[in-house]
């Protein structure tokens, strides 16, 4: 039972240079979201899903992009990374019918030089 | 607008004795509640949530939490700490219709003394 998988892990870019996190649930969960952690900032949400080929924005969607081609996935791109992007981002997943709570992954972090 | 305040972000504690984090929200009405743990390195997992009736819920892990309206608060406890429960903890609150969009306070950064 794998749940929400994220990944890379870890990864680091140069200014400018471009990457995509994948986030994969197999709960057939109808939402999805990207956050990112920054120190002392809590979690802020960058963009949400309600279901299979649609997205909307968050409190933070700027230089991020999303897509929901598939249920299952949810990728967060960055076309041009800045040094304000480092962070460690999370992935949730979320059942209207389901206990209540968002399903969280692993996280991955990402360095931006 | 939903917001969630910890307004403590460091709390350091000795093995065995008991915790209280503390959690105010704002919102229009009885909202759902939930506090998250996230240890090093790893992601958020429910601890316990609160949607309606009792107002004193218990988690994982040996945790509660007390709802009380009239302070819009949702504190956690734990009366007696164990050095594995050093962690970050999150209160999140979200409406408890319409909206699926949680919303998360800064975080409480739980360290424990031996």
């Known amino acids: 039972?794998?749940?929400?998988?994220?990944?890379?892990?870890?990864?680091?870019?140069?200014?400018?240079?471009?990457?995509?996190?994948?986030?994969?649930?197999?709960?057939?969960h109808e939402y999805m979201y990207w956050y990112r952690q920054d120190p002392g900032m809590g979690l802020r949400l960058i963009h949400y899903s309600v279901g299979e080929g649609t997205t909307a924005k968050g409190e933070v969607p700027d230089g991020y992009n999303v897509s929901r081609l598939k249920k299952q996935n949810f990728l967060l791109g960055l076309e041009s990374a800045a040094p304000s992007q480092t962070s460690v981002y999370f992935c949730a997943s979320y059942s209207r019918t389901g206990p209540g709570e968002l399903f969280f992954g692993e996280g991955s972090r990402l360095t931006v030089l | 607008a939903q917001s969630v305040t910890q307004p403590d972000i460091h709390i350091t504690v000795?093995?065995?004795?008991?915790?209280?984090?503390?959690?105010?929200?704002?919102?229009?009405?009885?909202?759902?509640?939930?506090?998250?743990?996230?240890?090093?390195?790893?992601?958020?997992?429910?601890?316990?949530?609160?949607?309606?009736?009792?107002?004193?819920?218990?988690?994982?892990?040996?945790?509660?939490?007390?709802?009380?309206?009239?302070?819009?608060?949702?504190n956690l406890r734990k009366p007696s700490v164990h050095w594995s429960d050093a962690a970050e903890y999150f209160c999140a609150v979200r409406p408890s219709g319409g909206s699926y969009i949680p919303t998360f306070g800064r975080g409480t950064s739980l360290i424990v003394h031996p």
């Not at chain 1, 794998?2 to 870890?10: D, E, I, L, R």
């Not at chain 1, 870019?13 to 709960?27: I, W, Y």
């Open chain 1, 1 to 28: 039972n794998a749940g929400v998988t994220q990944t890379p892990k870890f990864r680091v870019l140069k200014t400018g240079q471009s990457m995509t996190l994948l986030c994969a649930q197999d709960m057939n």
């Open chain 2, 14 to 74: 000795s093995e065995g004795a008991s915790l209280e984090l503390r959690c105010n929200y704002s919102y229009g009405a009885t909202p759902y509640l939930f506090w998250y743990v996230q240890s090093p390195g790893q992601g958020l997992q429910l601890l316990l949530k609160y949607f309606s009736g009792d107002t004193l819920v218990q988690g994982i892990k040996g945790f509660e939490a007390e709802f009380k309206r009239s302070q819009s608060s949702f």
